[in-house]
């Protein structure tokens, strides 16, 4: 269960907008105004396949302040679990999918005085409705976006026409390399750093910024994908007494709602703390996924965010 | 007569170097100065030499303050007569400043709060400020009635510099106007005012 409540979309608009991503553009079913959202939010989007139940997280790329329809971006990814395979072959125009949401836990920093965005394929996303909110406020704003080829890249020309040299591209296929060490090196005080793409480019990002002296707090990154899978095992729940198993595919969290067990969550990527759960034994090491719990707290193996941790021994005791 | 845990009251964490930072802001006062010799001692000389220091050395002789200097070295350090002129000296610092630079403040309440205050103005993050509180628990103080300040606050409770009302100071604290609340004490019966003691030595 999500804080937010479910809102029932109705599909008005599929566009390919490049070889592996589809725009969606979705109104709210019963033809109500939605909730205005802020740069860099997205929504959490239920998909019912048989009795298999997936949620994903997409960010919203629109106008902020545009309350007719959200608009996300899928990418059909090679090792999908069925979320975007789903996304890409079932939905069409008139589907219906629900949602939660919007939540933002990748904000622009409103006091920073220059932005630094950095996107990777898919990452670009976010960065869509940030720009939109910068570029409004006019505030000073570049974006890197590295893209394997213009074609694979989404809406790269889009980009380059509405903000013209706030934007440069660099394609693999043509070996262009973001200059990010050159970037960071020569930024005003006050500049922050937004990155989202690739784990190993966010990695990298944060860990360059870090080392060219930029402080924790103007290193901000979104991660988003499928939860890391790993060995199946079953989850003992403590207070009602069940046991359920969790494949080598499935988040507990996902498990759990598959048995229609209410856990709450809220972002599903292991950044907003709300699904964390208290252990009550475990037979095995906790893999943690997360990046919410402090290195105390993971040491301690008393907590587990559920919707990205894992354990790789046979049996987990949760206090649910 | 304070009221704790009000969220607001600033905690300060202690000075933690950053080794990776190109350039060290480093902002104190004579109490101050101790944490920063500390922290300076922790770190190699590399870290000094990337370090800069302004000391508000208000209420200090020149003597000490030469020895307060001598012993920062290899950091460079400059003297100034007050907070308000060390502030203006880090204002212009800021201007120019590029991301890999680091600011630290240690002593008194109201100097800390300053720094980040200015640090604020430029779009520092305050969380990005390091700091350690040394010395006097003296208070900069706002009246919420007429807006006015109180600076150097060691009582509670004490007398508006501005308008005159007698103002119960609280842990209530702005950051973006760098100073703890102060509320009228005898707003409902005039006159009743409790006896006022050195809260803040």
Redesign the interface.
């Known amino acids: 269960m999500s804080i937010s409540p479910v809102r029932r979309m109705r599909v008005a608009e599929v566009e390919r907008v490049a070889s592996r991503i589809k725009r969606f553009r979705l109104v709210d079913a019963a033809g109500h105004d939605l909730p205005a959202f802020s740069g860099g939010a997205h929504v959490v989007v239920g998909m019912k396949k048989g009795d298999h139940l997936l949620r994903n997280a997409y960010s919203l790329m629109g106008a902020p302040g545009d309350t007719s329809s959200y608009q996300i971006s899928v990418l059909r990814t090679e090792d999908s679990r069925g979320g975007s395979a789903f996304m890409h072959e079932e939905v069409e125009v008139g589907s219906e999918i629900e949602i939660t949401g919007p939540v933002n836990l990748f904000p622009i ?1 409103k ?4 932005h630094i965005l950095l996107a990777g394929g898919i990452g670009i996303t976010p960065f869509m409705s940030m720009m939109h909110e910068l570029s409004a406020q006019g505030a000073d704003f570049e974006l890197h976006y590295g893209v394997r080829s213009f074609e694979q890249g989404a809406y790269c020309d889009h980009l380059k026409a509405q903000y013209g040299d706030r934007v440069r591209l660099y394609q693999s296929d043509k070996g262009e390399k973001l200059p990010l060490e050159r970037i ?9 750093m937004y990155v989202c793409g690739p784990k190993p480019m966010i990695d990298w990002a944060l860990n360059l910024g ?9 290193l901000h990154s979104e991660r988003f994908g499928a939860p890391a899978a790993g060995t199946p095992f079953v989850i003992k729940l403590a207070r009602s007494q069940r046991e359920i198993r969790v494949g080598p595919h499935q988040s507990i969290l996902e498990a759990l709602e598959q048995n229609g067990i209410d856990a709450p969550y809220l972002c599903r990527g292991g950044a907003c703390g709300q699904c964390e759960t208290a252990v009550v034994a475990c037979d095995g090491p906790l893999q943690h996924n997360d990046h919410y719990l402090t290195d105390d707290e993971r040491r301690s193996e008393k907590k587990i965010m559920i919707c990205v941790s894992r354990t790789s021994g046979s049996s987990l005791t949760l206090d649910l | 007569m304070l009221v704790s845990g009000i969220k607001s009251r600033p905690q300060y964490a202690g000075l933690e170097p950053d080794i990776f930072a190109k350039l060290n802001l480093i902002i104190c006062d004579r109490d101050g100065s101790d944490a920063v010799i500390e922290m300076l001692r922790r770190t190699d000389g590399e870290f000094a030499a990337r370090s800069s220091v302004l000391l508000c050395a208000e209420g200090t002789e020149w003597s000490e303050i030469n020895l307060i200097i001598e012993g920062m070295k290899p950091a460079s350090a400059a003297p100034f007569p007050n907070l308000p002129a060390t502030i203006a000296r880090l204002k212009e610092l800021l201007a120019t400043a590029k991301m890999g630079t680091r600011i630290y403040a240690a002593g008194s309440e109201p100097l800390i709060g300053s720094v980040i205050q200015a640090a604020m103005d430029f779009g520092v993050d305050y969380k990005s400020v390091k700091t350690e509180h040394r010395g006097s628990l003296k208070r900069r103080v706002q009246c919420v009635h007429c807006k006015g300040f109180t600076e150097n606050v060691t009582t509670n409770p004490v007398k508006c510099a501005s308008c005159g009302l007698t103002l119960l100071v609280r842990d209530h604290y702005s950051r973006r106007l760098a100073a703890f609340q102060g509320v009228c004490i005898d707003a409902e019966v005039p006159g009743e005012i409790p006896e006022t003691t050195v809260e803040f030595p």
């Open positions: 920093a006091m920073g005085r220059r960071l090196e020569d930024q005003p005080l006050g500049s922050h870090r080392t060219v002296g930029w402080p924790e707090e103007a």
